[in-house]
């Protein structure tokens, strides 16, 4: 049986009203920042509900959604977090991390301290789902799932700069501990870990500038 359709609901504007729109847009989006000073200040759950609403509005291969999301706000469970991922962060820069990497990393000031993980009011940890099940546990193979995630995951880092927070992406190497702190199925593979709240008062980030238009794109 194929699947239903209904109308598209399209809104369409005039070429003027559109480009103040996109700019508007990426004026706004341009000032979001990768943040590692967080303040404590706590942060609605109603806020990051809305936020992981737009995360699961994004594509994805045959309509799938590959993707959970864990929000994380006890104090116990981020400090367990923080735990095992300064431990694996430890042997990344001592022991697993080539040299290359490390002298890329450096301008930004990364180390294996990561106290955001526990002083930011919320840690939303992103998982893909390597496969799906039905009701009565018969798998089901998820298309592009990696790629579907990535897409949600922009969208929720969009999503939390429009409601005026700040965000971290953190990947610690490797990351299945987050599957047992946070007692997650066989199917789920950590993703990223999105940390999310205000910055701190004092914070500060690396002076950088963005790739210009001519250096990303190419028109045809």
């Known amino acids: 049986m194929g699947a239903k359709f209904k109308d598209l609901e399209f809104q369409e504007y005039e070429p003027q009203e559109m480009e103040r729109r996109i700019r508007e847009l990426r004026e706004d989006l341009s000032r979001r920042r990768t943040v590692r000073e967080f303040s404590d200040r706590p942060v609605s759950r109603e806020i990051i509900a809305e936020c992981l609403r737009v995360a699961g509005s994004a594509p994805s291969g045959?309509?799938?959604?590959?993707?959970h999301f864990v929000?994380?706000?006890?104090?116990d469970l981020k400090r367990r977090i923080r735990l095992a991922a300064e431990a694996e962060e430890q042997r990344f820069y001592r022991e697993r991390a080539p040299k290359e990497w490390l002298k890329a990393l450096?301008?930004?000031g990364t180390n294996q301290h990561k106290p955001f993980l526990e002083t930011a009011p919320w840690l939303i940890v992103v998982f893909v789902q390597r496969y799906g099940l039905t009701a009565d546990d018969t798998r089901y193979k998820h298309y592009y799932?990696?790629?579907s995630v990535g897409l949600a995951s922009g969208f929720l880092l969009a999503a939390?700069?429009?409601a005026g927070l700040a965000s971290l992406t953190h990947t610690p190497a490797p990351m299945s501990f987050l599957k047992d702190v946070l007692g997650r199925p066989d199917n789920e593979r950590p993703f990223m870990i999105v940390v999310a709240g205000y910055p701190a008062a004092e914070?500060?980030?690396p002076d950088i500038r963005r790739k210009s238009l001519d250096d990303i794109?190419?028109?045809?």
């Open 145 to 147: 799932a990696s790629e």
């Open 203 to 205: 914070a500060q980030v």
């Open 62 to 67: 045959a309509n799938g959604q590959p993707w």
């Open 106 to 108: 450096e301008p930004l």
């Open 217 to 220: 794109a190419t028109f045809l």
């Open 71 to 75: 929000a994380v706000s006890d104090p």
């Open 160 to 162: 939390l700069h429009r």
